[in-house]
């Protein structure tokens, strides 16, 4: 039995567990240490494929497995910020938090769909499930430590049950969205565009990472949708 064939396997758990450890965090209410368990699960996410093709270890089962830790790492999480920053505002309709675990049933949705579409090859139809997370979880961040715009909007009733309808019909959706592994159209766009944000963020908010990481992805959002009015 060669070992190399089960490195991507091994990475791939590897993003499973760092996942579950940022899961267990968000229901803490610890959103900072859920973000670099989600970051870490992100690196994980881009070595195992990367391994698979440096050594030829393809496998159906790694692929499965790929979707799996995926669902937890970037589905579970990031609903679980949600429902954390929801439950501790006092509200007239609670039971509304679990709206939230809309993006887990849809993010599962979107994976699956995903390891059977063929079409997705230069670009991706729906957001990926990795930048939801990375929309959703540094919002929080930024939203606990802050009282400013975000904060109030968060803690609304009405916002964030809205906010995973939205996101969970963006996972499943046709439209279609530029891919980070591959040199697509939009990227250039969308890399001149981010750091002009960031820029922004850094000078006048005083360098929060958190809220440029959310500008960056809302705009990565924004960025795919206009296209896809362009085409229309």
Not at 54 to 70: N, P, R, T
Not at 93 to 108: E, G, T
């Amino acid at each position: 039995m060669e070992i190399r064939k089960h490195i991507p396997n091994t990475l791939t758990l590897c993003n499973l567990i760092s996942g579950c450890i940022g899961s267990i965090f968000a229901l803490r209410g610890n959103f900072e240490v859920t973000l670099i368990c989600v970051i870490v699960s992100g690196c994980f996410d881009f070595l195992d494929g990367f391994s698979a093709r440096m050594l030829g270890a393809y496998s159906e089962i790694g692929k499965e497995l790929d979707s799996l830790a995926d669902l937890i790492s970037f589905g579970l999480a990031p609903s679980l910020c949600l429902y954390s920053y929801y439950g501790a505002c006092d509200h007239l309709f609670p039971w509304l938090k679990y709206m939230v675990l809309l993006i887990v049933a849809f993010s599962a949705l979107r994976l699956a769909k995903f390891n059977l579409d063929e079409r997705q090859t230069k670009s991706f139809l729906g957001m990926p499930t990795p930048s939801c997370a990375l929309f959703v979880i540094p919002m929080c961040v930024y939203a606990t430590g802050s009282e400013g715009f975000i904060h109030n909007l968060l803690s609304t009733g009405w916002f964030i049950p809205v906010l995973s309808i939205a996101l969970s019909l963006l996972l499943v959706s046709e439209i279609p969205m530029l891919s980070m592994k591959q040199k697509t159209p939009g990227l250039r766009t969308f890399i001149i565009g981010s750091v002009i944000l960031a820029a922004v963020c850094a000078i006048f908010v005083k360098c929060s990472l958190s809220l440029c990481m959310t500008v960056v992805f809302a705009f990565y959002i924004l960025l795919n949708i206009g296209s896809l009015r362009r085409e229309l």
